[in-house]
């Protein structure tokens, strides 16, 4: 496919907004493409030359595009600059100002995969010198484009492609491709959740349709999507809903996939640590990577685990945010001796090319604890086997007294929910207030600009939301301003400065009541407390909206959840936007907040 022919679908779906139009119009660019193209286009619809789980980034900001513009175009960085100031948009400015060039001639051959390599290229360049070679590449690539498809690269290289839609409509749409509908979403999602990468997806279906996914199974070194727990309020409704089950302690850390390959006749091992949000997390943990050697007993493991910080001197186990301060580029030694970590290790799904997503808890935790040596930092997460509210409460009251969050009970027969929320496992957490049992978490939209002391801040207060399944966009729920330290408003805006964007993303439902002096990017999520969960006309989480009398406009029908007396508790480095707690959950804990 020439790169020309991307650049129009692009363009297309940006005028899009409606999520079944843009499945129909990602199932005719897939139909159209190569098989050995596929992959590359699912990951520039991504913004990207690599899966999510890769940290390969372009590193290339506003200043230096500006000087690849001005280079190719034979334009000086002032014009460049003067036209970027009149569109906001480096995108469109390459557009304008290519469109004004005549002299540059195009290369109408140049494929999807040669602008691919170049990308790649770009990205993968280090080292002394790497700016001006990237300025230089990207340079050449827009002399030899034309403008539709300059203003897209541009966008790909800044992480601005701004199309509106997520990884899951890609998948609707490969669905689309198959069969004329979103018959095999479900299919579909499920391989990707075990093998997160939109590309090998797509090439596995492009070549062997939907019966090519049956033979995915867990890969060492490509992170299977974390699954995640249901919550309930009591211990009665934890038996009710799995009868007997084993009960384990909730612990207050950093929760990491540890991915583990011995190589024969080598030194060195394989071992890599991803977070939930597919971050690998490997050079800023060598103590557990070095345990990992010492106390895993097989030849390759794929496991689950939490990092949870001790003080050296007590013992005790220390909050959230502390376990967090390992998470650093520099001085990870010296950081590693002044905080010491432990994995305690609950969960295993590979062992020696066997995938045990399909085995039951108990099984898959037998595995586990076969595998583990007697050790000081891997720790075998033990549980209990409980049948009745009683024992739930005491196991739950022996976690907060170890300073841990509550307890997580599993279904004893239940299987590994790879990238889900099912009933498998539910949680049970220390009471946050007296109202509502457990926290929230949710995505930062925004921020409106300090005023009075807050000045010093430039934060006065934030807008928060939660994600909607069913509409694959982030709606509002709260502001919150109150209740911070300044501590945490500095930090607060040290983290949101480089998430800033001109324009409201697509991706967002906000009442123009609610619009924020600056808007973000997703990226952020915030954990907090409130008193209650009430409702609102103002927010969009939850709300339903029907026909007017008239029929000209969009009424409401029941009003959206909003947060009572919203307190920030902590940043989720740890989670990914997508990760924000869901409508779906708030119905949940709105429901049984109102049984209470």
Known sequence: MKFAKLAEYFANLEKITSRNEMTVVLSLLFKAAEQDTIGKICYLLQGRVVPLYESLEFGMADKMVIRAIGEALNASIGDVTKVFKLTGDLGFTVEELRVKNKELRINKNTTVIDIFALLHKMASTTGEGSQDEKIKLLAEIIKSVDSLSARYIVRIVLAKLRLGFSDMTMLDGLSWMLVGSKGEKERLEKAYNVRPDLAFVAETVKAKGIAGLSHIKPNPGTPIMMARANRLSSAHEIIEKIGQCAVEYKYDGLRVQAHYKRIKNSKSNYIKLFSRNLEDMTKMFPDICEAIKK???????????????????????????????????????????????KLFAFEILYID?????????????KQLQDVIKSGSTIVYAQEELVSTDEKIEEVFDDSIRKHFEGIIAKKLDGLYEAGMRGWSWIKFKKAMSKKLMDTVDVLVMGYTKGEGKRTNFGVGQFLTGVYDLK????????????????????????????????????????????????????????????????????????????????????????AGFALRFPRLERFRDDKRPEDATSVKELESMFAAQSKR
């Open 353 to 365: 090319g066997k995938s045990l997503l399909d085995e039951p808890y108990r099984i898959r935790k």
């Open 471 to 558: 509409q694959e966009k982030y709606v509002t729920i709260s502001k919150i301003g109150t209740g911070l330290t300044d501590e945490q408003f500095r930090e607060f805006y040290k983290r949101v400065h480089k998430l800033e964007t001109k324009e409201k993303p697509q991706e967002y439902d906000v009442e123009k009541l609610l619009t924020p002096d600056v808007w973000l990017k997703p990226g952020l999520v915030v954990e907090v407390s409130c008193d209650e969960i009430t409702r609102s006309a103002v927010h969009s989480a939850g709300r339903v909206m029907e026909p007017s009398k008239s029929g000209k406009a969009l009424s409401v029908k029941l």
């Open 295 to 341: 106390q895993i007993t097989t030849d390759s493991a794929i496991f689950e685990g939490e990092i949870v910080a001790y003080n050296p001197e007590t013992g005790v186990f220390v909050p959230f945010q502390e376990t967090m301060q390992r998470k650093r580029k520099y001085d990870i030694q010296s950081k590693a001796a002044e905080i010491p970590v």
